[in-house]
């Protein structure tokens, strides 16, 4: 028997994409084997989130992580160490019981994300597997389903300084037929646009996710100018390539109204569902993502009740990773698809429990990584060994994004015959 028994945990403080301090959990398993993982930040984050520990202070920001890393040495260690890596459920049990607030906000999801992500890597690794493998178990021999990329063309909303209301204008590719196939015809989009940009003199550098700068008039501008790019590229838009949107309206909506800043326009509750469909209406849209601010449920109803036969409505500050609120918003009709982060939750076994209640109601699944990333790849694993409809990442630039996509193309490669990939399927209208 392979033995898994954690001997040892070291953390360690790490930089993030954004220059920030982050939290890296190492675990090393009885017989040598080692599991790291890191984790990530957002940016636009739903009030419902796993609480990330930071220092305060003048360092940094007020953004060290030091008491997060204590919190590791101090407690987390010494009651996991002796526990099995290889199941997972209990070892998460142990740093829920052990952080005893409802959020992490004691030991820090930073600190219980890490740890959690890295006692997984320890197990896979400990077994000669990599991650996804582990993941997937029993179901790793047969054919493996390869999440469909959504890759952000232009950063947006808090990810470039609020230069344009919405945050991310992305493309999927439903008529790819495996993930490499959709990776260069992403490739090719992201480059059109850039070179669109530059042609009106807009092109500034990019955002905090590797899309170009937003430098539009108005929010509509955007979705236009990525069309242009969809078609200039030679794709039919909508069919081969469509366009996907984090629309983020938390940032921007409070109480029922939404106020875009660029466009000087402030829409009500009703009217702000009706610009959400109109555009859906007008652009090759089959994606829209936190339409409504997460305290508007009624709002979120209402858009999925118009737009639902048209593009998935996925719920993320709305949703936060909880299997609780998937399903309460399942019973709802208040969305038709969950993203799901490691980090909003805090445990992979609470992730996990979230991605199966957004596929037990119905919902798409896609798992996605945070605006504050690293070179760390576990979502890449996650979404193959989950087998998720979806994986997003941000955009097609930065070697944060890039080592996600590309480790996603090693397991792809990996699995040879046994990869499938069904991108139409994933969206509405799209064929089975
Ligand atoms: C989101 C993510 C990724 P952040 O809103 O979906 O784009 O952003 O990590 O800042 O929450
Ligand atoms: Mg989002």
């Not at 939290?23 to 984790?39: D, L, Q, S, W, Y």
């Not at 039919?236 to 106020?259: P, S």
């Not at 949703?319 to 799901?340: D, E, F, P, S, Y």
Request: glycine content about 10%; charged content about 25%; some cysteine.
């Amino acid at each position: 028997m392979t033995d898994t028994t954690i001997r040892r945990i070291h953390a360690r403080r790490v930089w993030d994409s954004r220059g920030r301090p982050t939290v890296e959990a190492e675990v090393t398993t009885a017989r040598g084997a080692v599991g790291r993982a890191i984790a990530p930040a957002g940016a636009s984050t739903g009030s419902g989130e796993a609480v990330d520990r930071r220092d305060g202070g003048k360092a940094f920001g007020g953004l060290d992580v030091q008491h997060a890393l204590g919190a590791i040495r101090t407690e987390i260690a010494p009651a996991l160490a002796g526990m099995d890596a290889a199941d997972q459920a209990a070892v998460d049990r142990r740093l829920i019981a052990l952080d005893g607030t409802g959020n992490k906000s004691r030991l820090g999801g930073n600190a219980t994300i890490a740890v959690s992500m890295a006692v997984a890597h320890a197990a896979a690794a400990a077994h000669d597997m990599p991650l996804w493998r582990w993941l997937a178990g029993s179901a790793a021999d047969g054919p493996i389903v390869m999440p469909v990329p959504e890759i952000q063309i232009f950063g947006g909303g808090a990810h470039a300084d609020a230069r344009v209301d919405l945050q991310d204008f992305m493309v999927v590719c439903p008529a790819a037929t495996t993930f490499a196939q959709a990776l260069d015809w992403t490739a090719e989009v992201y480059r059109t646009a850039g070179a669109i940009m530059a042609e009106g003199g807009r092109r500034q550098g990019v955002a905090d996710e590797g899309g170009w700068w937003p430098a539009f008039a108005d929010n509509e501008e955007a979705m236009a100018t990525l069309t242009q790019a969809i078609e200039r590229a030679g794709f039919r838009a909508g069919e081969e390539v469509a366009i996907a949107l984090d629309v983020a309206a938390t940032q921007f909506g409070r109480d029922g109204a939404y106020r875009l800043r660029l466009d000087e326009r402030s829409y009500d509750r009703g009217e702000w569902a009706a610009r959400v469909a109109e555009w859906v209406g007008r652009y090759p849209i089959v994606s829209v993502e936190d339409p409504m601010a997460e305290d508007d449920p009624e709002g979120m109803a209402a858009v999925t009740a118009a737009i639902a036969d048209r593009a998935l409505v996925v719920g993320d500050d709305f949703l936060v990773t909880n299997a609780g609120r998937i399903q309460a918003a399942a019973a709802a009709k208040a969305c038709t698809a969950a993203l799901i982060k490691p980090n909003q939750a805090g445990t992979l076994t609470e992730t996990k429990a979230a991605l199966d209640a957004a596929r037990a109601a119905g919902m798409r699944t896609i798992v996605s990584a945070r605006s504050g990333e690293t070179e760390d790849v576990t979502v890449a694993h996650l979404a193959v060994g989950w087998q998720a409809d979806q994986l997003k990442v941000g955009s097609f630039a930065r070697s944060e994004r890039m080592a996600k996509w590309n480790e996603a193309l090693r397991i792809e490669e990996a699995l040879g015959e046994r990869a499938r990939f069904r991108a139409a399927r994933v969206f509405p209208g799209g064929r089975a």
